[in-house]
């Protein structure tokens, strides 16, 4: 079965610092590849997705992330953090085996921002 | 417009009362979900609709009853719900449920408490 791995719980990094949330995923076949960003008490909002193609896929906000197949990773990035961007991040695979596509969430990592 | 609306933004219900929730999409997607989500977890599935027919029931308890009148609404008939079930209630919508990579879009959620 796939799974996701999200490995650090809570990272902490100061505004205009660079960050990278780290995920790693398990995935038989081409992995469909999602990070969403959830601020307190709200729905997940879509930042990026991999599906094919470029490896380094741009989403919104100025996030970005890398598909590295070799290391089976989907970390993402920003060059400069802005304290709006305190929030849970949750990668994401689709499974695409079946006949229903199902999301497989990793736990989530939260991001403080330090002023 | 990549909107899922949800009412109502917060719901709190004794045991024994039966209410429902509601969740619209007008991005003509004919994939609905339903996921409960727990204080710092992440999402989990709980029901899948593609094309307004029941095509996932994550073994989920018959107090929660789904229903899909069109290919724009989705609606949660809750009824005799225990406090563990208080949580949040999101609401997601794909162009379709299988045979493809799509993204889902979530709405903001409503926050259920069972008292």
């Known amino acids: 079965a796939q799974s996701v791995t999200q490995p650090d719980i809570h990272i902490t990094v100061s505004e205009g610092a660079s960050l990278e949330l780290r995920c790693n995923y398990s995935y038989g076949a081409t992995p469909y590849l999602f990070w969403y960003v959830q601020s307190p008490g709200q729905g997940l909002q879509l930042l990026l997705k991999?599906?094919?193609?470029?490896?380094l896929v741009q989403g919104i906000k100025g996030f970005e992330a890398e598909f590295k197949r070799s290391q089976s990773s989907f970390n993402l990035r920003k060059p400069s953090v802005h304290w709006s961007d305190a929030a849970e991040y949750f990668c994401?695979?689709?499974?695409?085996?079946?006949?229903?596509?199902?999301?497989?969430f990793g736990k989530g990592t939260l991001l403080t921002v330090n002023p | 417009d990549t909107e899922v609306t949800q009412t109502p933004k917060h719901l709190v219900m004794g045991m024994t009362n039966k209410k429902s929730l509601k969740c619209e999409q007008h991005?003509?997607?004919?994939?609905m979900y339903w996921y409960k989500q727990k204080a710092k977890k992440p999402p989990e599935l709980m029901f899948v609709y593609s094309y307004e027919k029941l095509s996932i029931n994550e073994s989920v308890p018959s107090r929660f009853s789904p229903e899909c009148p069109n290919s724009s609404l989705l609606n949660l008939h809750l009824h005799a719900l225990q406090p563990e079930d208080s949580a949040l209630y999101l609401c997601?919508?794909?162009?379709?449920?299988?045979?493809?990579?799509?993204?889902?879009?979530f709405g903001p959620g409503t926050r259920l408490t069972v008292t």
């Open positions: 994401a695979v689709l499974n695409s085996g079946g006949s229903n596509y199902k999301l497989t």
């Open positions: 991999y599906f094919s193609g470029d490896t």
């Open positions: 991005m003509g997607h004919r994939a």
């Open positions: 997601a919508s794909s162009q379709e449920a299988a045979g493809g990579a799509y993204e889902q879009y």
